[in-house]
């Protein structure tokens, strides 16, 4: 057996292993799909139906090149789960593979196969590969570019001619970071950074390589333009980026505190124990990203890398690793297993040099030591097998609150109901809004017409007005009220550990309804029909807590408010206002556990408001009004009647009356 076939054996050992780490169980760990992911899916499912963006509003703001190649995936293999997930694996499987690919060019052997073995079977990559979130495309395209530019690099080194396809290369997968995730932002700055270490350093090199390099970066700005003019002409769509930049805002404002105490929190999260990302649906909570083992060579590599910085490729090595955790450098250790994607080849290359460094000088010492130093490297392998096998597949995947941030008890609630394909029901959840739970349930069972979404704790939403199974766990429990309405059928139990160890199945019918002339509500024809409205309670104490009990008939429901961005459908609030005068509001509470985005023509929702009365209010007999807003504009749907508009846009309802 060749040399050359042993090493392609090896490496093909590798891709397999780290395949079967992204690949077992898959649709099982995770137990279910965060917000985040799912309105991944919710995008993708919209580009299949003709809904296409160059940036999306769902997930605080998200970049496009994700959800378009989930869109693509879907189309061959179904609007599903396997889907979802399986482009985040494929392309971490591709970084893998760039990973050596660059190191076997740039550093040696040894490192190249360490790393790409490191990265095959680490906790980090492994989890990032297992998520559907965008940021798991982001390591590929890294690589992508670290490669593509440093085969610039090597012929401007041979004094040859740089091929245009290695520009392409380099500007297209330059272009798919800016597309595909937030921390590009900061990650393209490493080339630039590498020619002013090159203008330093290794001239000769720089006078070869800066034109190429300054049309790929001129190149992917170009690309880019499209999806920034629109972030200029709607800033509102970038809200992540918003929530991010406080911390950069103080330090130029000269409060280095927070800044600093950031910095300290990014770094000590790669190495110590208990400093690690405290966000339990992409970690173990507090767990550093490297075991104690990679941890030590990766600190060693480091070092190494320090010492040859006279060489390019440890350079290029330490500014693609710092530039790439610039985003947890500013905002601490929290969510720094995506924030840090762009630095993740370069995490466990530091880690392989470190390794290889330190048997080099054991090597040059002991010559005899050579098939030791073999064996510590797959004893130190075996072990990171062991540990992240231990803590992604047995601790972290069957952690009851990482079952619960992955939404479980909602997955096994609509596989009850797949079992009942054609019965009205509804879900009782904490999450009922459009770009939630309902995500989820788009992702894992389709476009589901005969079923709703509620909190039962405040609301009920009948299908076309008829009676409807009601699925209800611990965390969203009916609210008295419609105890009386509902009749138990059965408990389904989980696991008794989880946070929410069952949910009861309902049968639930509509309340009995007054004949009274209906309050109707729209913007020419009536969309909405007030059908009864009262207080439970109709005198109450000051400092007492009082029900206002709504029933609204849905007639027109495209009509109750504008279409909003990302969820393509309306989201309107209910208001009840206990009046002190004209225009003086004493107490009120808006809310809307029913959410207006999953209303269709003859539903029947049951709204019940809690409503605050102040301490020290005078006795006496207050007018009450409800009513509708859109909840992004604030405005008020119209009162209607006869088709033509009835001055105001609120209804006279119970008056409620406060007592001594």
Do not use: K
Not at 489 to 505: Q, W
């Amino acid at each position: 057996m060749t040399a050359r076939l042993r090493l392609r054996l090896l490496l093909a050992a590798i891709l397999l292993v780290a395949f079967w780490f992204r690949a077992h169980d898959l649709l099982v760990i995770p137990p279910g799909l965060t917000h985040d992911e799912a309105n991944h899916g919710r995008e993708a499912i919209g580009i299949l139906q003709g809904r296409l963006a160059l940036f999306f509003p769902l997930n605080y703001g998200s970049e496009p090149l994700y959800s378009y190649t989930v869109a693509g995936l879907m189309a061959l293999l179904g609007r599903n789960l396997l889907a979802l997930r399986l482009v985040a694996v494929f392309f971490n499987l591709g970084a893998v593979a760039l990973t050596y690919g660059w190191a076997r060019r740039a550093l040696d052997r040894p490192a190249a196969l360490l790393a790409a073995a490191l990265m095959g079977v680490s906790f980090w990559p492994v989890a990032a590969a297992r998520e559907a979130l965008r940021a798991g495309m982001m390591p590929f395209f890294t690589a992508g570019a670290a490669t593509f530019f440093w085969l610039m690099v090597s012929r401007a080194r041979q004094r040859r001619p740089i091929d245009w396809w290695l520009v392409a290369g380099f500007t297209l997968c330059l272009t798919a970071t800016l597309y595909n995730y937030l921390a590009a932002r900061v990650w393209w700055l490493l080339f630039p950074l590498f020619l002013l270490y090159l203008a330093l350093a290794h001239r000769r090199e720089l006078r070869r390589l800066w034109r190429p390099t300054l049309v790929g970066l001129l190149l992917a700005g170009l690309l880019t333009v499209p999806m920034f003019l629109y972030l200029q002409q709607h800033p509102e769509a970038q809200t992540r980026l918003q929530m991010l930049d406080s911390t950069l805002s103080r330090a130029l404002r000269g409060e280095l505190a927070p800044l600093l105490r950031n910095m300290t929190g990014a770094l000590l999260a790669f190495v110590w124990p208990g400093r690690g990302d405290q966000f339990l649906a992409y970690n173990l909570p507090g767990r550093p990203v490297l075991n104690g083992l990679s941890a030590l060579f990766f600190v060693a590599g480091l070092g190494v890398s320090l010492a040859r910085r006279r060489r390019p490729a440890y350079a290029f090595l330490l500014l693609w690793f710092g530039v790439g955790i610039i985003p947890s450098l500013l905002t601490g250790a929290t969510a720094n297993t995506t924030r840090n994607v762009g630095a993740m080849p370069a995490t466990y290359l530091l880690a392989g040099v470190g390794f290889v460094g330190l048997a080099q000088m054991l090597g040059q010492q002991r010559p005899r030591l050579a098939p030791a130093i073999l064996g510590a490297a797959a004893l130190w392998l075996l072990v990171t097998v062991g540990l992240t096998a231990d803590a992604y597949f047995r601790r972290w995947g069957q952690d009851p609150d990482v079952r619960e941030a992955y939404q479980h008890t909602l997955v096994r609630q609509m596989a009850y109901l797949d079992d009942r394909p054609t019965e009205p029901a509804m879900i009782s959840s904490v999450y009922p809004g459009a770009a939630h739970n309902p995500s989820i349930g788009l992702v894992l069972a389709g476009d589901r017409p005969q079923w709703r979404w509620v909190d039962a704790r405040g609301a009920l939403l009948f299908p076309g007005g008829e009676p409807a199974l009601l699925l209800a766990p611990p965390a969203t429990p009916l609210h008295p009220l419609f105890t009386a309405w509902s009749e138990p059928v059965e408990t389904v139990e989980l696991r008794p550990n989880d946070l929410n160890p069952s949910f009861t199945v309902y049968q639930v019918a509509p309340p009995a309804l007054p004949a009274a002339e209906p309050a109707l509500f729209g913007t020419g024809e009536p969309a909405l029909a007030l059908l009864d409205a009262g207080w439970r309670n109709s005198s109450v104490r000051p400092g007492e807590v009082v029900e206002m009990v709504l029933v609204w008939q849905v007639i027109d429901p495209a009509d109750v408010g504008p279409r909003q961005a990302g969820i393509e459908a309306t989201d309107v609030v209910f208001f009840t206002h206990v009046l002190a005068g004209p225009e003086e509001i004493l107490a009120q509470q808006d809310a809307i556990d029913a959410p207006s985005w999953d209303w269709q023509t003859g539903d029947l929702v049951v709204q019940i408001h809690r409503v605050e009365v102040p301490a020290g209010s005078a006795p006496g007999t207050y007018e009450t009004r409800v009513g509708l807003y859109d909840r992004v504009s604030g405005a008020r749907l119209p009162r209607v009647g006869s088709g033509e508009i009835v001055p105001g846009d609120a209804a006279i309802v119970e008056s409620l009356e406060i007592i001594p």
